[in-house]
């Protein structure tokens, strides 16, 4: 794995990491949106996975009936990227016990209608357009001082889970039809913020 930070800001930093093979593939380019360290004292410098570094990247359940995800730990990767509110606390608790990295994967751009942490939000003004893949999820107002807010409990949730590092996802909500007018720099802000 090869790692090339793209921008870097107070306390994130977006990355992209490219997967070589030395099979015949070609090269896989596969974005992680911010790393960040988490440790107890709260936010300390920034973790770099060496070249070679193994990966299980696994955010969805395997049973459409359960949210919960069943964390599979036959591929013996030295990074785990799961869901941070859809894993068990006992996978947590094994990946812990054995070493492993913890990447925890959350939205950050979008209101998922089946999350609990969505209080104080104000779905007149912080919730835009609807995902076209993706029921129950809308682009929200990444300016909104309510969704920063819930942000700010994702991170802190992330932190007291024991996550190594966070991949929030969807911070592309500018270049999306997201009804809310969302722009490039507005984005950029939010990234950096």
């Known amino acids: 794995i090869v790692y090339k930070p793209i921008f870097r800001a107070a306390d994130t930093i977006s990355c992209r990491f490219i997967l070589n093979t030395t099979s015949k593939m070609q090269v896989v380019t596969a974005w992680m949106a911010v790393l960040v360290v988490m440790t107890s004292s709260g936010i ?8 070679g570094t193994s990966f299980q990247w696994q955010i969805q359940p395997d049973d459409e009936d ?24 006992s996978d947590f608790s094994y990946l812990q016990s054995h070493h492993k990295s913890i990447i925890c994967y959350f939205s950050a751009g979008t209101k998922e209608d ?4 969505l209080g104080g939000l104000d779905n007149n003004h912080d ?6 893949d993706w029921d129950g999820e809308h682009w929200w107002d990444i300016r909104s001082a309510r969704v920063r807010t819930i942000i700010e409990g994702r991170l802190d949730l992330a932190k007291s889970r024991g996550c190594t590092a966070v991949e929030p996802d969807n911070v592309d909500g500018y270049s999306n039809h997201n009804g809310l007018g969302l722009t490039k720099t507005d984005q950029i802000d939010f990234n950096r913020w």
């Open 66 to 89: 359960n949210d919960q995800v069943q964390v599979n730990f036959s591929e013996q990767a030295a990074v785990y990227d799961i869901d941070l509110f859809n894993a068990h606390d």
């Open 114 to 117: 089946w999350r609990d942490d």
């Open 127 to 132: 919730v835009g357009s609807r995902l076209p």
């Open 44 to 51: 300390h410098g920034y973790w770099t996975p060496k070249p």
